[in-house]
């Protein structure tokens, strides 16, 4: 490749353009052979209308402008997960020269069967036998020269890892482009063989008008293609052809002993693919003594019935270790380097209005979405070492027991721990979870589990109520009954909103690889980038959102009397105890204070005072808030945190007990952040969602209160 | 006889898929279908999940989704 002058930057005005569409079963290396091929301009974005990442490479090769498409892998055209039905949607539908099926070298006879459904696609196809290292290495000899010849499309041996045989796959796909497509050789058993050649003749006799050949037609009505049949539907020869088709199906059914068209394809398939592999692949000695293979001995370890679990949970440790620890030392730096941004610009501008906009609005609101990415890109990498490993599945296996029983997924378990440090990684790692369903409700119960953000807040009421020896406890409490609550939660919309038939269970646990750091470094970037990209904008937008409730309207009057106040205070004591009332004063009157005194009745029965509420409702944005805002309307001044003394007695002093436990109560449960909502929104696919999560946690998070609130006061009065 | 009932590194041949059009899709594509070999490779505890082998992939599914696939010996 290298050697060759694939250059990026200048695509001649003559050079034709190819576009590519990358398809293949899950884990076969398309996304390391989009990776192989060096100096190529990588695009990040999104399949539309759907969360799934979509990676394109751009490249100029020979006298040809190249787009190649990494489509997400799919078993079969199913539309079972998302990204099956972005790759099946993608290839009916979009406009592509050519297809490259990558398929495993080490497992043919599975990939054929999604090469066979390709074949009938009618597109020009290229069969890239990838991981021909390894094959080899394991012994398995594939004749290319003789499936190409047996399948009638080219195949050519490479492997994304060595970068073998990349350029002559490319070469391939030139030359496929420039010839007339070729009909591939799809052999089927004789009694369809008999349809098709019915169906062919009577097609021929009426000289029915059609792009692709008679043959790809009949295959396609017979496979019940909803394209082709739409097509032939309005044709007039329709009413003599249906009945025919109707009787070619019963035929080939009542041949296959199902009464399922596509499981009897299915079988046709499995049965050519199994020909064409004993026809093509050989076998050295050594791979068919069937010795242990590596992936046998690390899985008697790793899925142990017995210790399969604990060493899982210690991985997970580890990862959440490394997330939250390492990841908070780079977002000190980033916190401070906005705060000197800030203050730096600070002076700069004359305008109080636009100064505070600036410093408080916006460097505080990209501040904070610049802040998570450490976290992220650490949990991201985490991801993609369980994935890229093949971990991940195993860990599906061994906890589905117990979480299926809540209605969720065994790698629910992923997102849900993660949500203990921040929602928007956690939210975020929803993503292995294929299936919508399994995700949406996952993510719906991600916030449960109580952020670290949480923390500070929970410390203060901790510290104000009880004694330092029981602090710990109670915080153990919390976190613990957050959790059971939510898999409380889960089970509940399971049985009402996520109602239905359980989806079904059946994964691939794809062997041992070591990571690739190519790999993870793009798959990584990729999120991160997407990140930012995506959520980024929308936090920032939220960030100023709540920096402008709760700044204006602005009482210049206030201002005005309190500055000849603090002006004259005679002590610093009394000067900080005026500038606190400002802000309160300040705080009170804005939209935010508005807010929190109209909606007083609303909150009444919980037991909060319109303070409290001030303090829930700035929560909103972010849980950090939650103590600063306490902090200024109990007057403290702005700059108070969770181990502020005064702050704590003071808290004891103004809200009864009760009130404090349904205060709790509400931060355990209702919504994380304005930032994880948005990312929450993003990932569950729609702002519906976050809707309904808004309305759902809220009303939780109400009815729990109201009884926490209610039945505190009867046993400790108060 | 199911999937579910079949012990440990015993190996076995679908002779029907009792599944939903769905689940049976799912099945198809990770090569479950007739005359299709299948060798029991592990359990997950109280054995919710079982681990098998098709052709040279490796496959989890759970105990209901074991229960709808109906094998002989061989
Ligand atoms: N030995 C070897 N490993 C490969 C090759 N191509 C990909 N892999 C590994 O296979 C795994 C899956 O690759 P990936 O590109 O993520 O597959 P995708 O799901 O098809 O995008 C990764 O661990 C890769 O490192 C190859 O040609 N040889
Ligand atoms: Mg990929």
């Not at chain 1, 296959?256 to 026809?279: L, M, P, Q, W």
């Not at chain 1, 798959?523 to 980024?536: C, E, P, R, S």
């Not at chain 1, 920032?540 to 009057?557: C, D, K, Q, R, V």
């Amino acid at each position: 490749m290298k050697q060759q002058n694939i250059n990026p930057e200048a695509c001649p005005v003559t050079a034709k353009h190819i576009k590519v569409a990358l398809v293949g079963q899950p884990n076969v290396g398309k996304s390391m052979l989009i990776n192989s091929i060096s100096n190529a301009h990588l695009h990040v974005g999104n399949f539309s209308g759907v969360t799934v990442d979509k990676t394109e490479v751009l490249f100029d090769y020979k006298d040809y402008h190249f787009t190649v498409v990494d489509l997400p892998g799919t078993y079969a055209f199913t539309d079972y997960t998302i990204e099956e039905r972005v790759t099946h949607e993608y290839l009916c539908a979009e406009d592509y020269d050519i297809i490259i099926n990558v398929v495993d070298s080490t497992n043919i006879e599975k990939n054929l069967q999604l090469t066979s459904e390709l074949l009938t696609m009618s597109k020009k196809i290229v069969i890239a036998l990838n991981m021909s290292d390894e094959a080899e290495k394991e012994g398995i000899l594939i004749d290319e020269k003789y499936m190409s010849e047996l399948l009638g499309v080219s195949c050519v041996k490479v492997s994304a890892a060595t970068k073998m045989g990349i350029e002559e796959l490319i070469d391939t796909v030139i030359e496929v482009y420039e010839k007339p497509k070729q009909e591939p050789k799809l052999v089927f058993s004789e009694a369809v063989e008999e349809e098709i050649e019915k169906i062919v003749s009577y097609l021929k006799k009426h000289k029915y008008k059609a792009v692709n050949s008679y043959r790809n037609v009949a295959i396609n009505l017979l496979k019940n293609n909803k394209k082709t049949y739409e097509k032939l539907h309005d044709d007039p020869i329709w009413t003599e052809l249906q009945p025919i088709l109707i009787e070619a199906s019963r035929h080939i059914e009542l041949h296959h002993d199902t009464d399922d068209i596509k499981e009897a394809f299915a079988e046709e398939y499995a049965s050519f693919n199994r020909g064409i592999v004993a026809e093509v692949v050989k076998y050295t000695a050594d791979e068919r003594r069937e010795k242990k293979s590596l992936t046998e001995k690390i899985d008697a370890i790793l899925i142990h019935p017995v210790f399969g679990i604990p060493i899982f949970l210690f991985f997970m440790w580890g990862l959440f270790q490394l997330t939250f620890t390492l990841g908070n030392i780079p977002m000190e730096w980033i916190d401070g380097f906005f705060g000197w941004l800030g203050e730096t610009i600070a002076p700069t501008i004359s305008n109080d209005d636009i100064r505070s906009l600036v410093v408080d609005g916006i460097i505080g609101g990209v501040g904070a979405v610049v802040l998570f990415t450490p976290n992220i890109i650490i949990l991201f990498i985490g991801i993609a070492l369980l994935e890229t490993t093949g971990y991940m599945s195993r860990v599906a296996f061994l906890l589905d027991g117990f979480f299926h029983k809540f209605g969720l997924h065994g790698q629910s378990f992923i997102p849900l721990v993660t949500g203990f440090g921040c929602s928007i990684p956690a939210y975020m790692s929803a993503r292995i979870l294929k299936n919508d369903r399994d995700r949406l409700l996952t993510l719906f119960i991600i916030g449960f589990m109580s952020c670290g953000a949480r923390l500070p807040v929970y410390v203060l009421f901790a510290g104000a109520f009880f004694g330092q020896d029981m602090a710990g406890t109670v915080l153990f409490i919390i976190y613990v009954s957050g959790a059971i609550l939510g898999l409380i939660a889960a089970k509940v919309l399971k049985m009402t909103a996520f109602k239905g038939v359980d989806e079904p269970f059946v994964m691939e646990m794809p062997k041992y690889r070591l990571p690739s750091f190519k790999l993870i470094w793009h798959t990584v970037l990729t999120q991160t980038i997407m990140y930012l990209k995506k959520a980024g904008t929308f936090i920032a937008g939220a960030a100023m959102l709540i920096w402008f409730l709760s700044n204006y309207p602005h009482n210049e009057l206030l201002d005005q009397e309190y500055s000849v106040k603090i002006e004259q205070a005679a002590t610093s004591e009394q000067k900080r105890e005026y500038e606190n009332k400002l802000a309160e004063m300040q705080l009170e009157q804005s939209y935010l204070g508005r807010i929190g005194k109209l909606t007083e009745p609303l909150f009444e029965p919980l037991g909060f005072d319109w303070k409290m509420n001030v303090a829930l409702q700035a929560g909103l944005a972010a849980k950090e808030v939650v103590v600063s805002t306490l902090g200024v309307l109990y007057s403290m001044g702005g700059d108070v945190d969770e181990t502020s003394h005064s702050l704590a007695e003071n808290i004891r002093k103004h809200i009864p007990f009760a009130s404090a436990v349904s205060f709790i109560v509400v931060v355990m449960v209702y919504l994380p952040c304005l930032a994880a909502t948005t990312v929450f929104a993003k990932e569950a696919g729609s702002w519906k969602y976050a809707f309904y999560l808004f309305i759902f946690t809220s009303v939780v998070a109400y009815v729990l209160a109201f009884i926490a609130y209610n039945v505190t006061r009867v046993l400790v009065g108060g | 006889m199911t999937l579910y009932e079949v012990e440990k590194s015993k190996k076995v041949k679908v002779i029907k898929l009792n599944a939903s059009y769905e689940l049976k899709q799912r099945l198809i594509s990770f090569g479950i279908m007739k005359d299709a070999v299948i060798e029991v490779l592990e359990h997950a505890p109280r054995k919710k999940t079982i681990e098998v082998r098709v052709g040279k992939m490796r496959l989890a599914l759970r105990a209901e989704e074991a229960q709808q696939i109906e094998v002989e010996e061989i």
